[in-house]
C-alpha cells in the first residue's frame, strides 16, 4: 500500500508540473526572418506566434529518448519461431505512461462515458466495459475476481484487465480529450462544463474545427486578423494543446522495456556530449545482468524485481517468504523501475501494442519508426468549398479510409493502398504463409501483445518476446498503457533544441 499511495503522490505532482508547462507567453512578439514583417502586431496582418517554451509532458507520462538499438530475441528462442530476428532500429523520442492503466483510471473513463451518453447511447458504455469474465478458467475458483478485480476499492490501483484492443484505443481518444479539455479549463479559456451529453461533449477536433459550443472562460485569445472575429478558439500553433495519447508500437514499448540508457557508460549531460555506445545488452527491463532478483547487499537484497510465476504451481512463493508478493497482478507501482522510470515492463501483466502480428516482421519493417498497421484515414469534407462534415450525435467529426484512387493520386506509397496491415507479408489477402509452406489463418486484427504477466514464466520477461492475440479478445493477463508523440527537439526541452549547434546561435530551439 505505501509504493501505491506514492504513486498516486507522483500522479499529482505530475499533473501540476504539465499545467505549468502548457502556458506559452502569447504577448512575446518577433519578427519574420524572410520578410522582415512583426509578427503578433494587427497592423501588419496579425500573424500570430506565440513564444513557445516546448512540448509539456502530459499526466502519467515520462520522457523517452529515442535512439538506434538492437530489436528483436537476442536471447534464447526457446519456441524456436524465429519471428522477432535481431536488427537494428531507430525510434524517435516519445512520452510514456509509468505505469499501466489502473482499474481506477479506467473506471473514471466508463463513468464519464455513462454520463454522458447512458441515457441515449447505453451501447457505447456496454462496450467500454471490461470482460471480467476473462479470469473464469476450467478447474480454477477466480469468480471473486470476477466479481470485484474492477469494481472493489481494494484493486483500485491494480492494472486493468480484460480489455481488448478496441477498447484499449477508444480510451486513448478519450483521455486525449479529457487533457486538452482540462488544460484549456486551468488556462482559462474554457468553463467547466459537467453536463455535456452525445453531440455536445468536448473532443480537442470539435473544438479546433470551431464545432464545440461550450462557454469560453474568462481569458480569452484575442484574434490579431484585422477582419477576423476578435477572439477565437485556441489551435494547435498556439502551443497549449498536447497531442493525443496511443497506444505503443512495438518498437516504442521494446526500446522503452529495455531501458538503455541505463547502459551508457557516459550519458548526456549539461557538462558532457554523451557516448554513442551501449555497453551491454539487458536480458531483462532492470539491468545487464541475467538475473530476476535485487542483488545489492541491502535490506532488498533476493527480492524478486517482477511479478511473474517462478515455477509450477508456484505464483508467490510460501508463506511467511512470498517471492514476488503477489498471487494476481499487482499494484502499478509495484516493483522496481527501469532506468527510464517505467514500471512494471516486466511481469504483472502483458500488455497490448499498437501493431498488427506478423511472423516475419523481421523481414518486412523498415530500419525508422518501425511499425505494421497503417491504416489511412482522413476528415470526412463535404461541399464544393471542402468544408468539414458536421459532427456526429456522439461530437465527433467523422472520418474515412482513404479510397485507393486517393493513394494512388497521392503518388508516394509503393502500395496503391490506404491499408498496410497486409503489406510485403507474402500473400494477397488477410491470411498469409509461412514455416514450410504452411498457411496461418491469422488476419489484421491479430494484434501483438508484450511483457509477461503474472501468470507467465521469466522467459517472457526479456521485451524481445512476442506473442498475439485477436483484436476483439480479452484476458486477466493482458493490460495496456498509453504513450504519446515528442514534437520537437528529440533531447527534450532543452537549451539547443534540435541538431548540433556551434557559439552562440539561439534562433531555434524546438
Not at 277 to 300: D, M, Q
Not at 313 to 332: C, K, S, T, W, Y
Not at 458 to 481: D, K
Request: charged share 25%; with cysteine; glycine share 10%.
Amino acid at each position: 500500500m505505501k509504493r501505491t499511495l506514492i504513486g498516486v503522490s507522483l500522479l499529482c505532482i505530475g499533473s501540476a508540473a504539465f499545467l505549468s508547462a502548457c502556458s506559452p507567453n502569447t504577448k512575446t512578439t518577433g519578427k519574420s526572418d524572410k520578410t522582415g514583417w512583426d509578427y503578433n502586431d494587427p497592423r501588419l496582418g496579425g500573424f500570430d506566434v506565440p513564444n513557445y517554451p516546448g512540448q509539456a509532458t502530459g499526466p502519467g507520462l515520462t520522457f523517452v529518448e529515442g535512439g538506434t538499438f538492437t530489436m528483436g530475441q537476442v536471447e534464447e528462442d526457446l519456441a524456436e519461431e524465429r519471428n522477432n530476428i535481431p536488427r537494428k532500429v531507430s525510434v524517435s523520442s516519445f512520452y510514456m505512461d509509468e505505469t499501466e492503466v489502473a482499474n481506477v483510471h479506467y473506471r473514471e473513463y466508463t463513468y464519464w462515458l455513462a454520463r454522458s451518453y447512458s441515457s441515449d447511447y447505453p451501447e457505447i458504455v456496454t462496450k467500454s466495459l471490461p470482460d471480467s469474465t476473462s479470469w473464469r478458467q476450467a478447474l480454477s475458483y477466480n469468480e471473486p475476481m470476477v466479481q470485484y478485480y474492477f469494481r472493489a476499492a481494494a484493486f483500485n490501483y491494480y492494472p486493468v484487465v480484460g480489455v481488448n484492443w478496441f477498447q484499449a484505443n477508444e480510451y486513448c481518444k478519450w483521455r486525449s480529450d479529457r487533457v486538452n479539455e482540462y488544460i484549456l479549463i486551468k488556462n482559462g479559456f474554457l468553463k467547466k462544463n459537467p453536463n455535456q451529453v452525445n453531440e455536445d461533449i468536448f473532443s480537442t477536433e470539435t473544438y479546433v474545427g470551431g464545432q464545440y459550443e461550450g462557454t469560453a472562460g474568462k481569458k480569452k485569445k484575442k484574434d490579431l486578423d484585422p477582419g477576423g472575429a476578435g477572439k477565437r478558439n485556441i489551435t494547435y500553433s498556439d502551443g497549449f494543446l498536447l497531442p493525443n495519447y496511443r497506444l505503443p508500437t512495438e518498437a516504442e514499448w521494446e526500446y522503452a522495456a529495455l531501458g538503455l540508457i541505463g547502459n551508457n557508460p557516459e550519458p548526456e549531460t549539461k557538462r558532457r556530449r554523451g557516448e554513442e555506445v551501449i555497453v551491454e545488452r539487458n536480458v531483462f527491463p532492470w539491468g545487464a545482468k541475467n538475473t530476476s532478483r535485487y542483488g545489492l547487499r541491502n535490506e532488498y537484497q533476493g527480492e524478486f524485481l517482477g511479478n511473474f510465476k517462478r515455477g509450477a504451481g508456484d505464483n508467490m512463493g510460501v508463506a511467511g517468504g512470498l517471492n514476488d508478493n503477489a498471487d494476481i497482478p499487482a499494484p502499478v507501482y509495484s516493483y522496481q523501475p527501469n532506468a527510464w522510470g517505467l514500471y512494471n515492463m516486466a511481469g504483472n501483466v502483458s500488455e497490448w501494442v499498437l501493431d498488427t502480428w506478423r511472423p516475419t516482421s523481421h523481414q518486412d519493417v523498415n530500419d525508422f519508426r518501425p511499425f505494421r498497421g497503417n491504416v489511412y484515414e482522413e476528415v470526412k469534407r463535404v461541399a464544393e468549398d471542402n468544408s468539414v462534415e458536421e459532427k456526429d450525435s456522439l461530437g465527433h467529426i467523422p472520418t474515412k479510409v482513404m479510397s485507393n484512387d486517393e493513394i494512388a493520386g497521392n503518388g508516394r506509397f509503393e502500395a496503391r493502398t490506404a491499408d498496410l496491415r497486409d503489406y510485403d507479408d507474402g500473400d494477397s489477402t488477410s491470411n498469409f504463409t509461412y514455416n514450410f509452406g504452411n498457411t496461418t489463418l491469422v488476419g489484421n486484427d491479430a494484434k501483438v501483445i508484450k511483457g509477461a504477466s503474472w501468470a507467465d514464466r521469466a522467459y517472457w520477461m526479456s521485451p524481445g518476446t512476442r506473442r498475439f492475440m485477436q483484436a476483439n479478445q480479452a484476458s486477466s493477463t493482458v493490460g495496456f498503457r498509453c504513450v504519446m508523440d515528442r514534437l520537437g527537439s528529440p533531447n527534450g526541452n532543452n537549451k539547443e533544441g534540435s541538431g548540433n549547434h556551434f557559439g552562440k546561435d539561439k534562433r531555434i530551439k524546438h
